[in-house]
C-alpha cells in the first residue's frame, strides 16, 4: 500500500505543477486578448482539476483504510444466536 500511495503523491505533483503552468498560460492568454486559447486552456485547466481531486480521493481511501487496518465494518459482530 505503501508503494501505491507514493506513486499516487509523485502523480498529484506532476499534475499541480501541471495544472499551475496552464493556469499561467491562461493568464498570459488574456493578457494578450487571445480569448480562443483562453477558452481551451481553462478546459485543460478543468480536466487537470478532475485528475487532481481523483488521485485527492484515492488517497484519502488509502489513509482510511491505513487507519481502521482494512475492518469491513466498525460494528462487533454478535457471539451466538439470540
Known amino acids: 500500500m505503501e508503494a501505491e500511495e507514493k506513486q499516487l503523491r509523485e502523480q498529484l505533483i506532476v499534475l499541480e505543477e501541471q495544472k499551475f503552468m496552464v493556469q499561467e498560460m491562461v493568464n498570459d492568454a488574456k493578457k494578450k486578448r487571445h480569448f480562443d486559447e483562453v477558452t481551451s ?42
Open 41 to 82: 486552456l481553462q478546459g485543460n485547466v478543468a480536466d487537470l482539476s478532475r485528475e487532481i481531486d481523483g488521485i485527492n480521493s484515492q488517497l484519502s481511501q488509502l489513509d482510511f483504510a491505513g487507519v481502521y487496518g482494512g475492518i469491513a465494518s466498525p460494528r462487533p459482530e454478535a457471539s451466538g444466536a439470540g
